[in-house]
């Protein structure tokens, strides 16, 4: 069946150091990779998306890789602040019987400590 | 200033009844969608909509329904059949199915 696990449903780390938030996937085979930020009691706001033929993207304290290989794509954050805490969502693109769609992960629950 | 809208943020529904909650974008996006999330649940996909008057079911469909008369409007009306409704409701919209999703701030509905 088809699955999308993200490492944990929460990470700590502290101010300052660099976060490692983890996605992989089974039976998918997606074109592209998104993710998403989302604030409690908000809606998600995109973030990046990374292409199958893309090994990496950065953005700001931002950088995405993703490994169609190992079914896997790492998102990090460099030099953490507080204000980085959030949950991130990965989605991946499912375009299976002809049906395009997102599909999310459960989340990642991020806290940067001061 | 372009986005979503959801009205109300806060729902409350009676036994028995159906309730409606709307969602607005002037971004001019084709599709549209809904989502609800549940606490370890992550989003799933109720129904989403590519073009105007046509909508598909998605993961979780029963007991909802949808209509999409105009590009820029898609509510969701949560019928008395959907016995466990309690949730957070997220619209979003994009230019293309699949492509990035802009999402609108919410609804999260309570039962009484």
């Known amino acids: 069946s088809q699955k999308i696990e993200q490492n944990s449903e929460a990470l700590n780390i502290q101010e300052g150091k660099t976060a490692t938030l983890t996605c992989n996937y089974t039976n998918y085979s997606p074109a592209y990779l998104q993710w998403y930020r989302q604030d409690p009691g908000r809606g998600p706001v995109f973030l990046l998306l990374?292409?199958?033929?893309?090994k990496e993207k950065r953005k700001e304290r931002l950088k995405v890789t993703f490994d169609t290989t190992l079914k896997q794509s790492l998102f990090h954050i460099t030099a953490s602040q507080p204000a980085d805490s959030a949950t991130y969502l990965c989605a991946l693109e499912n375009s299976g019987a002809g049906s395009y769609q997102l599909t999310f992960g459960k989340g990642t629950k991020l806290s940067v400590i001061p | 200033d372009g986005g979503i809208t959801q009205s109300p943020k806060y729902l409350f529904r009676k036994e028995g009844q159906n309730v409606t909650l709307s969602c607005e974008q002037n971004l001019n996006h084709d599709a549209m969608y809904w989502y609800r999330q549940d606490p370890g649940q992550g989003l799933r996909l109720i129904y989403y909509?590519?073009?105007?008057?046509?909508?598909q079911k998605g993961d979780i469909a029963e007991g909802y329904s949808v209509s999409r008369e105009k590009k820029e409007s898609f509510p969701l009306t949560v019928t008395s059949a959907q016995k466990n409704p309690t949730a957070f409701y997220l619209c979003?919209?994009?230019?293309?199915?699949?492509?990035?999703?802009?999402f609108g701030p919410g609804t999260r509905l309570l039962v009484l």
């Open positions: 909509s590519q073009i105007v008057n046509d909508f």
């Open positions: 979003a919209s994009s230019q293309g199915l699949a492509e990035t999703q802009y």
């Open positions: 990374i292409r199958e033929n893309e």
